[in-house]
């Protein structure tokens, strides 16, 4: 969440803060991944491990909300917050593969998407750039993955609700991967357009 420190008459400026509301949010959120993983993987607690999703998925909405009523955003909440919804995604991945819940190859589809975006900041970088903006399309994408994997670990974790939340789970899945694999095309075009216009510090312009 891009932070400002507003002056008239100007755009939002990021702020260096570390010490936020939002920021503290999102470091706990980051500590709920292991916890996490440790009830599904080896406890098998699913009810409890749900509760640690919904907590993290409400400290999630609590940060946006926070920062754009206290001004509180900032650089690190730029990265942290995005960076933690993704461990989030991968986490949970990891954990409903391992349960026979989800296929690999959903997985893959995900995490590769991820391996293939990470290297593309390191043309911001280079250029001293922050990183690109998050796409609503995006923020949709994952939305969706946030709605659909634990609709799957409440339908293994309450048989009850199987009927619903399995049918609505498997659809959000389907169609946040497929969004979040078409908004990670759009994030490598927009890396490619940057690397071709602008010059990298102190070198020259790649072809």
Known sequence: MNDAT???G??????DRILT?????????LLGIPLFLWLMLVRHADGWALAVLVVGAVT?????KLARLLDQSSRLGAILDPLVDRLYIVATLVALVA?????????????????????????YRRRGLPPPEVLYLGKGATFLLMCALPLLLLALAVPATTDVAEPFGWAALVWGTALYVWTGALYVYRALAT???TSPIGGHREP
């Open 6 to 8: 507003r002056t008239a």
């Open 10 to 15: 100007t755009a939002p400026v990021a702020s």
């Open 21 to 29: 509301v939002p920021n503290l949010l999102s470091f706990v959120r």
């Open 60 to 64: 999630d909405w609590a940060d946006g």
């Open 99 to 123: 349960r026979d819940i989800v296929p690999w190859w959903i997985a893959a589809i995900l995490i590769g998407r991820e391996l293939v975006l990470a290297p593309t900041l390191a043309v």
């Open 195 to 197: 690397a071709r216009v």
